[in-house]
């Protein structure tokens, strides 16, 4: 089992920064990747950022060039450095875990944690 907890979520004005932390504990020498996903009101959960154990790094188009995802593997910590926030990036971002068991996809998801970008 993985238990990831979120925070650095809130309200922040269009062209405004956040930075996003996902804490891992639990079974996390199993996990093979981690991302962020978000899912705004109506609309399905959607992929933001995902980063390997090796570092590399795949983003959505839509934050290209806005949003940088990284890991502090001695934290046990991803985070999402959001800049540029506009309106439509306004939605519940979750913390994914990626882990293989016998040649099987396994998800764990935080409680997720809210992003409103309003002026």
């Known amino acids: 089992q993985v238990q990831l907890v979120e925070s650095g979520g809130g309200l922040v004005q269009p062209g405004g920064s956040l930075r996003l932390s996902c804490a891992a504990s639990?079974?996390?020498?199993?996990?093979?990747?981690m991302g962020w996903y978000r899912q705004a009101p109506g609309n399905q959960r959607e992929l933001v950022a995902t980063i390997t154990n090796g570092g590399s790094t795949n983003y959505t188009d839509s934050v290209k060039g806005r949003f940088t995802i990284s890991r502090d593997n001695a934290k046990n910590t991803v985070y999402l450095q959001m800049n540029s926030l506009k309106p439509e990036d306004t939605a519940v971002y979750y913390c994914?875990?990626?882990?293989?068991?016998?040649?099987?996809?396994?998800?764990?998801w935080g409680q997720g944690t809210r992003v409103t970008v309003s002026s």
């Open positions: 639990g079974s996390i020498l199993s996990i093979r990747a």
């Open positions: 994914n875990a990626r882990r293989v068991i016998l040649n099987i996809p396994v998800d764990s």
